[in-house]
């Protein structure tokens, strides 16, 4: 399943304004993609999009092996990369 650009455009006004406490409220209004929140030291890809507070990843489980993608129509999921998360 993709993430449409109206989707994304949502997605990054959530987290531009509400910050990583907006994923409760994107899991809800996103259910059927997959989400998951971690500190940015985790994640050694390049993100998606940066926001002062956190990165975001894209995730493609379509295949086999989950990996991050820079491809929204092939992402089927968001990491929510969190700086200074402790």
Do not use: N, Q, Y
Request: charged residues 20%.
């Amino acid at each position: 399943m993709a993430i449409s650009d109206a989707e994304l455009m949502e997605i990054e006004t959530l987290l531009g304004t509400g910050g990583a406490t907006a994923l409760a409220e994107l899991r809800a209004k996103f259910s059927h993609l997959s989400w998951t929140r971690c500190d940015a030291s985790d994640v050694i890809e390049s993100p998606f999009r940066s926001f002062s507070h956190c990165d975001v990843h894209l995730v493609d489980g379509a295949d086999h092996c989950v990996t991050v993608t820079d491809d929204p129509a092939r992402a089927t999921g968001v990491i929510v990369a969190v700086r200074g998360a402790s």
